[in-house]
Every structure is written in C-alpha cells, then in structure tokens.
C-alpha cells in the first residue's frame, strides 16, 4: 500500500492513504500540539485493533455477541534497550463462553496481521526518487532471477520472464503496482490481490500452484483489464477525455444514429443484429457510450475481425460493456497464448451456466486418474484434512469442452461452492478449478457461501449465473450431487502448442454455428478480447434497452450539480427519478458512474435518499416524511447518518401536527441526538440547510479525489495509445 505523507503546521503531518487520511501529532512536551495521536501510538494501536478484528471475525461467524468481550494491550518497555518491547495483550471473556471457543478466540488472535509482520521483521530500504509521482518502479516483492527458467503449461516464456515482461510493461506506463495480499492456505494453491498504488480500484486477483505463476496470473490480468478498458466501464472520463481526438482507441469509430433515432448502417453486422435486435426495438440513443457521455459526437464502436472470414465489424463499446463484462479478455506472451485464454475462459463460463441452469448432473473423475497429478491431489486433501469435502468432476459433457469442476461442501455450513476451470490441457483446467476455489478467500470466507436448493426457478434466475460469473457465490441445485451423471467420464484432451490449441477451441466453436470476433491489443502487451454473439454475454439481451448503463446520461449532469439547480429543475429530477422505475436502493456511484468515496455521504448515498433530500429542499415535507419512514425501515447507511434521519422524522412529525409546538420538544430532542444533529434536522425541514451532508460537485468533477485518481490512471493509458498511433 502506497502512503503519502504530507507537512502540516508545526509538527502536524497527514498521511494519506486509499479513501482515508490520518492526521499525526506529537506531544506538548516535545514541541508539538497534542492534537493529535503521535506515529508510534498509531502503530501501538494497530496491533490492538488488528486482535480485536480477529475476535470479531470469530465470533461472528459462530453467532456469539461480543458485548461481554473486553480486549487490552500493554507494551512493556525493556529499561536497558527501549526498542525490546513485549506486547501484552489481555482478553475477557464471559463465562457464558465455552472452553473450545476461548481457545478459538485465543488461536484468532494469533492471527494478528500486524503481530505477524512485526515477529517477522520487516525490512526497511530507504531511497531519493526525482520525483515521487513519476517514479513507476513496480513495487512486486518477486524480482525474476536470471539462473532460473520455470516452465508450465500454457506459457511460451519462462514464469520469471513473463514476470518481468509484464512488470516493464506496467512501469513503462507508470503505475506502480503493489501486492496487497497473499494467500496459501493448502500446499499448491497459492492466490494474491496486486492493485495500482496510486488509484486502489485498478486491482487483479491471481491464482497459481506456486507464487510465480499466481503473481503471472495477476499481471496478466491486469494487462487485459487495461487493455480492454474494464477497470474504466461505466465510468464517466469528464470533459476533456470526452471531446478528445479518441475516447477509448485511436481506431475506433464514431456513428450518428438516424433521424428517428434507428441504429446507424455500419455498425454490427446481420448475424449480429439478429442477436441483438430481433424485434427491431434497440435504438441508436441506446448505444451511446456511459464513459464519454458524449451524445452529439454519436456512438462510439470499435473494431473485431470476424474469424470466419476476416471483415471487420463495428461493435458499439456499450453494448460489450452492458453484455460482456470480462468475459473473454486475456493478455499472454503472445497473441495465441492470450486467444487460448479467452476461449478457455469463455467455454468455462458458458459450460458452467449451462450445468448450473440445466442442473446436470456431472461424472466424478475416477481415483486412478487424480492420482496422476500428486501436486493437485496434495491440495485436495489438505482442504479435506480442514474439514472440507471435495467432488472432482468432469465439466466436458462426455469431451465436447475443455472444462472441470471441483465442488467444496462445508458441513458446518450446509454451504456449496463450485469452482469451475478450463483449458485444453485436462491437468491445467484440473489446477485452475482447485486454485479459482481459493482465490482471495479464507477458511472462515467459505462459511459463506450458499446452501444448494431443489428450487428450480432460483437455480435458473439469471442474476445467478451473474453471480457465479463475479464471485462463484451464487446458488446451484441439488440435483448436482445426484449419483447417476447425465454423461460419462471422459478423459479429455485438446493440448498441443498454443497455436494449435488456439484453432482447436475456435474449431469447437465453428462446429456450433457460433460467429466469432476478435479484437487485438498491442499498444501495452500482447491483449486480446473474443466475443460470441448468443454464447459469451454474461447480461440478457435486454439489458440493451431495459437495464442500460447509459441511464447515467439521464441524471449525472443533473446530480453532480445538484447544489446548483433551482427548484423546478430539482422537482424534475426528483419525477424522473420516480418515473423511472429503478430500483431506489440503487446507490448513485451505480447510476452515474462516479466513484465517490464511500466514507463520505456521497458514498452511501441511494436514489432513495437523493430524492429525500431533494423534497427537503423544495419544501414537499409530507412526501419527505413518507421517504423518510422507507429509509428507516431498511437503512443501510452509517450508524450517524440513521440518527439524523430519526431526529429528521421527529423534526417532520411535529412540523406537520398543526397541535404541536417545535420549541417544546428542541430540548429533549437536543439531548437524545445532539445539538448539532438536531439543528440539521430543523435546517433541512425550515430550508436553511440544504443536502446535508452532500458537498458541492461539479461536471468537472472538482474535488472527487477517488474518481480523478481512476481518470489519473487511465490518462496514463490513453497517452500510451496516443503515442502508438502517433509513429504508425
């Protein structure tokens, strides 16, 4: 984690952080103004905290309330060497508290990060940079070591080059690229979390049988992610990136939709269309991109290769942002490896939503072919050994796809997970299926995932499959587990070069009558993004026209300026947002594409609460009253955000009743929330205070650090791009 320190007054200094900062002082008694906690207490306190977050993480997750629990830590100073410290850490327990979860809370604590790292001793190196916000050496703690050359399948350079290819390859953009995370929780399963130092959004999870190949998995990943615009969807780039010579790619396409808005010839093609648009009712307005926002330039498309005959076709970048979300997208040490990627990914995702929504039921892969792979059957059974049974399934279809399935129960739970991997080699698709089970997740993490069903319907609702594709959270049938699979066991195997693997998925797709299209990447690596009409969309359809991202387009102007508008434009987006028929759970960051800090009120807040402060401000108090009630009812917000809104009921309710007085309830009301809450309240029914809580925002977007260190990082991006088109 990059943490940058700035000088304040006197001996004050601000370190910030990701969302946060924090302000250090030092003590009267050595010049300072005791205004605040000195660095050394921070890192006292941390230790305690880091404890205190493990018994919590315990104790919630077997239900045992934590009001009698009681936690402290002393350090005690060693008189002949004050940097020999013990940390004394003490913890009171109920005795309503059984002897076996005393001993969990005690083995939790353990796990202090902060102890960890401390009785490990980290290492400091210290340096002089020219310029702190141009340095882009990576920060990854794994460095490729010349006498050492480690080959796996799938790779067509060595792990410690790839590493290092990829590693130059982010530096030479500048962005500094540090682990966050790492996980090894059984022998050969190794995953971690890598983000972009300055801008934490732009961030990769990888996965691997060892360190390297986790740490190439991540790299690559978050090469594609670059290279085909992910970390950036649905995000609003601002003015300047709007009306700049190019948004997303130097040769992309601009296209003006028709005079009754109909979709522009040029764009897509038949086969496509019929996808699309098989009742006609897709317009061009539908297609406008979110991230521009840019409706008089038109719709912006970009260009794949059709693979069955090599002519270009235009694909609006809304519609694979609305549709594809990731799927499909991988970087590689050339253009072969990251095709076998995307296919593999893509038979993976499309063969699992089938087996989840036709819940079908898979062969189980035989013990004598298991043990052909020792590596891969160590990590079973050391996730058996913890308590965890494990189903090793052929995912193929009787070998039609290159797919595996490996199924965790948690008995303590009643909870399924099934992680799903694929690639021509049967043993590569096996490991991932095991290392996507664990990717980023802890024991404690697997006691929430879901318990199966026989219910049908919610096994075929399709946010399911929308959760399975983010996170493998989502819910699957009973029937799985039966004991009579629909298909026999096949031992697959479509392996060769990446080059031949590469036309061997392409060849399963052309013998389903599947249209194929390809887009290439090479401005920042080897990237490449495939995508297949009525095969790879993780979205309906639909979603073109009822559930568009580009609904933004509708509101963001209006919100981000909302301190600015008179009543009447506020009435209007207040019916707007009404007439809509969104979700009013929905939060704004959502709607329109500006990512807020989420510890500010901009951060929580939902169209509910918008529309709450809107009435407030234009003085419709019953209908303030009545969302007011909804937003208590199931409030989500912050703990001093719901206590304003229960003063604000009080505040409307005696405001109302024509048979009371405010004045003869301000002093109770003052005690029960605060002066300064209650004088909110009062402010915002009386007018004189107005969005409380909401600071002033701008269409520049003036002020939203967190936004502009995600356009920060992708006008790294674009320059690249830039400079490329520039020499060709």
């Known amino acids: 984690m990059e943490i940058k320190v700035n000088f304040l007054d006197n001996l004050r200094l601000e370190a910030k952080f990701d969302d946060f900062s924090v302000i250090a002082d030092q003590p009267i008694r050595y010049k300072g103004d005791g205004s605040a906690p000195s660095p050394f207490d921070y890192f006292l ?34 008189p002949e060497n004050r940097y020999n410290q013990i940390f004394k850490i003490q913890v009171e327990l109920p005795d309503t508290i059984s002897d076996k979860d005393r001993e969990g809370i005690l083995r939790s604590i353990d796990r202090c990060t902060v102890k960890k790292v401390v009785q490990t001793g980290p290492e400091f190196q210290l340096e002089t940079v020219d310029n702190l916000d141009q340095d882009a050496q990576a920060m990854l703690m794994l460095k490729p070591d010349d006498s050492h050359s480690t080959f796996i399948l799938g790779k067509d350079l060595p792990l410690e080059q790839t590493i290092a290819n990829m590693t130059n390859t982010l530096a030479g953009l500048g962005m500094k690229i540090e682990i966050s995370s790492w996980r090894n929780l059984v022998p050969n399963v ?62 992309e396409k601009w296209f003006q939709p028709g005079p009754n808005d109909e979709l522009p010839a040029g764009i897509l093609d038949d086969y496509c269309l019929e996808i699309y648009n098989p009742d006609g009712e897709l317009c061009g307005s539908n297609l406008i991109d979110t991230n521009s926002g840019n409706v008089e330039r038109g719709i912006c498309a970009i260009p794949y290769v059709r693979q069955s005959d090599g002519e270009t076709v235009y694909f609006p970048s809304n519609l694979i942002e609305n549709l594809y979300l990731s799927n499909g997208m991988s970087a590689g040490n050339n253009l072969d490896e990251a095709k076998v990627q995307c296919l593999s990914e893509i038979f993976e995702r499309a063969v699992k939503r089938r087996i989840i929504e036709e819940e079908l039921v898979l062969p189980e892969v035989p013990k004598a072919v298991l043990a052909k792979y020792p590596s891969i059957v160590a990590g079973i059974e050391a996730l058996e050994a913890q308590g965890f049974p494990l189903v090793i399934k052929d995912a193929s279809l009787g070998g039609q796809f290159p797919v595996m399935c490996v199924t965790l129960m948690n008995p303590r739970t009643g909870g399924i997970f099934a992680s799903f991997g694929a690639h021509p080699s049967f043993e590569v698709a096996l490991e991932r299926s095991l290392t996507e089970l664990l990717q980023g997740r802890s024991f404690e993490g697997l006691n929430d995932v879901q318990k199966p069903t026989f219910n049908s ?119 707007r947002l009404e007439d809509s028929q969104l979700d009013i759970y929905t939060d704004i960051i959502t709607l ?13 807040l939902t169209i509910l609460e918008l529309r709450l402060l809107i009435c407030l401000a234009i003085g419709e108090l019953e209908e303030a009253l009545e969302l007011t009630e909804t937003f208590l009812q199931y409030n989500n917000n912050t703990v001093a955000r719901g206590l304003f809104y229960q003063c604000l009921q009080a505040v409307l309710e005696i405001s109302l009743d024509d ?58 991006l674009h320059a690249a791009r830039a400079r490329v088109a520039a020499k060709k």
């Open 45 to 78: 306190a941390s230790s305690a905290l880091c404890a205190a977050y493990f018994v919590k993480v315990y104790c919630v997750a077997r239900d045992i309330p934590t009001e009698g629990i009681r936690l402290s830590q002393n350090n005690i100073v060693d």
């Open 190 to 251: 190794w995953s971690l979390h890598i983000r972009d130092a300055a801008s934490p959004k732009c961030f990769t999870n990888g996965k691997g049988a060892t360190k390297e190949s986790a740490l190439c998995s991540a790299l690559g990943e978050f090469i594609e992610r670059l290279s085909c615009n992910f970390f950036y969807n649905d995000q609003y780039f601002g003015p300047e990136i709007a009306n700049a010579e190019f948004v997303h790619y130097p040769n």
């Open 457 to 575: 319907m919610a096994v075929q609702e399709p946010e399911n499959f929308v959760e399975h594709f983010i996170d493998s959270s989502g819910v699957i049938s009973w029937r799985f587990f039966s004991s009579k699979p629909d298909y026999e066991f096949v031992e697959w195997d479509f392996s060769g070069s990446n080059a031949e693997e590469s036309q061997s998925l392409f060849g399963i797709l052309e013998e389903m009558g599947k249209e194929v299209y390809i887009a290439e990447f090479t401005e920042i690596g080897n990237a490449c993004r495939i995508l297949v009409p009525d095969f790879s969309e993780v979205y309906p359809v639909s979603d073109l026209i009822w559930d568009n991202t580009n609904k933004a387009l509708d509101y963001r102007e209006d919100i981000l300026n909302l301190h600015r508008l008179s009543d009447s434009q506020l009435q209007s987006l207040s019916e």
């Open 592 to 604: 329109i594409g500006i990512e807020f800090d989420e510890n500010t009120v901009w951060g929580q």
């Open 659 to 716: 048979e009371l007085e405010l004045d003869d309830y301000r002093y109770n009301l003052g005690r029960m929330f605060g002066q300064e809450t209650l004088d909110a309240a009062i402010g915002s029914v009386n007018g004189t205070v107005r969005f409380y809580g909401l600071t002033p925002t701008n269409m520049q977007l003036e002020g939203l650090e967190k936004h502009l260190r995600l356009i920060e990082s992708y006008k790294k």
